[in-house]
């Protein structure tokens, strides 16, 4: 089906491991975003990507890695769990960077203990 | 810093009664505006991208208004339904960066 998924919907790890959130649009849409959304805080923008092989830093990129070697495909990677990376994390894709409204995946509940 | 505004934070309406609220956002340096309605469990869903001074948008009972000189937005529901209980998001995009700058979000309650 056409649209942009997100897996896994929900994850518990342990402080310190490393955990890889997945992305898959099958739009084709050059731009890919991660936001993290918090209580207080609204929806955080972390990284965002205008093509395969161009990523760039948001609002809170620290602790995240990101990678985007297929255009369909933006993985975000916490290479050394915290507990304050406990979030719900939305990825999100759009034609354009602010001309066209994203869209949304479903989230991923992370929950680092 | 750049600030968005929204207000209400939260809004009870009775089922069948119109409303309204503001998206309030720097008056300067615009290049759009979007609107998204956030479903409880779910994820954003955009409603409108608005780029000119004086833009309206509809879609169903749902209209946007735009006024960038002053700098606010205001999202109208003719009519609420129940399965209009949401949180209305607006994002102001600056020309000088072009990512979006969210606001806090207003809660609808629709009562029935």
Redesign the interface.
Known sequence: DAGITQSPRYKITETGRQVTLMCHQTWSHSYMFWYRQDLGH??R?IYYSAAADITDK?EVPDGYVVSRSKTENFPLTLESATRSQTSVY?CASSEQ???????????TRLTVV | ILNVEQSPQSLHVQEGDSTNFTCSFPSSNFYALHWYRWETAKSPEALFVMTLNGDEKKKGRISATLNTKEGYSYLYIKGSQPEDSATYLCAFISDSNYQLIWGAGTKLIIKP
Do not use: D, K, M, P
């Open positions: 609204g929806l923008l948001g939305f960077r602010a001309r066209y409204g994203y869209t949304f995946g479903s989230g």
